[in-house]
């Protein structure tokens, strides 16, 4: 079990320009979910996933976000047309089906918009 | 909606000494109580439960209990060492959902 992994572990990007991120999650593990955080602040719900079912989205998932698992394993998490206050760290965890409750943290990637 | 408010830190404390950190919660229904804990260039780990009223979660020496009365879930530990340093978050789970709420963490540091 080497845990949920997240790539790139830091992006640097200009405003207006697209990025995508990756999370791994631990294997056989249903759930997924994104979660975002500014400094000095708790992780913020972004959005989750049963298998691939997207099956909630959070306020703070604007129309430039965009989030898929398409085959239940692994996730994307894309911003368009990004904005410097997209900057922070976005974190990915995993809960396996037998225990929901327990979700399991990836490293994250730091965004940081110029 | 769901919410946690917890300790505003920065705490720090001399080894031994014995540490607090309040949290308190506004949630309909029944959820469920968490402590979550970041260690310097870590990522954010699992510290201790607890998914009823008055359970009581444990781990490491930390222990908190699900105080549904008082809507609390403060966390204690007896002794600390200078390894606890770390950010330590309160969370809670609704109980028709599955995504956590954080409180905005309180960071403590420990001096030998």
């Known amino acids: 079990d080497t845990g949920v992994s997240q790539d790139p572990r830091h992006k640097i990007t200009k405003r207006g320009q697209n990025v995508t991120f990756r999370c791994d999650p631990i294997s056989e593990h249903n759930r997924l979910y994104w979660y975002r955080q500014t400094l000095g602040q708790g992780p913020e719900f972004l959005t989750y996933?049963?298998?691939?079912?997207?099956?909630?989205k959070s306020r703070l998932l604007s129309d430039r976000f965009s989030a898929e698992r398409p085959k239940g394993s692994f996730s994307t998490l894309e911003i368009q047309r990004t904005e410097q206050g997209d900057s922070a760290m976005y974190l990915c965890a995993s809960s396996p089906p037998t225990r929901a409750y327990e979700q399991y943290f990836g490293p994250g990637t730091r965004l940081t918009v110029t | 909606g769901n919410s946690v408010t917890q300790m505003e830190g920065p705490v720090t404390l001399s080894e031994e000494a014995f540490l607090t950190i309040n949290c308190t919660y506004t949630a309909t229904g029944y959820p469920s109580l968490f402590w979550y804990v970041q260690y310097p260039g870590e990522g954010l780990q699992l510290l201790l439960k607890a998914t009823k009223a008055d359970d009581k979660g444990s781990n490491k020496g930390f222990e908190a209990t699900y105080r549904k009365e008082t809507t609390s879930f403060h966390l204690e530990k007896g002794s600390v060492q200078v390894s606890d340093s770390a950010v330590y978050f309160c969370?809670?789970?609704?109980?028709?959902?599955?995504?956590?709420?954080f409180g905005a963490g309180t960071t403590v540091t420990v001096r030998a």
């Open positions: 969370a809670l789970e609704g109980s028709n959902d599955y995504k956590l709420s």
């Open positions: 996933f049963q298998n691939e079912a997207q099956l909630e």
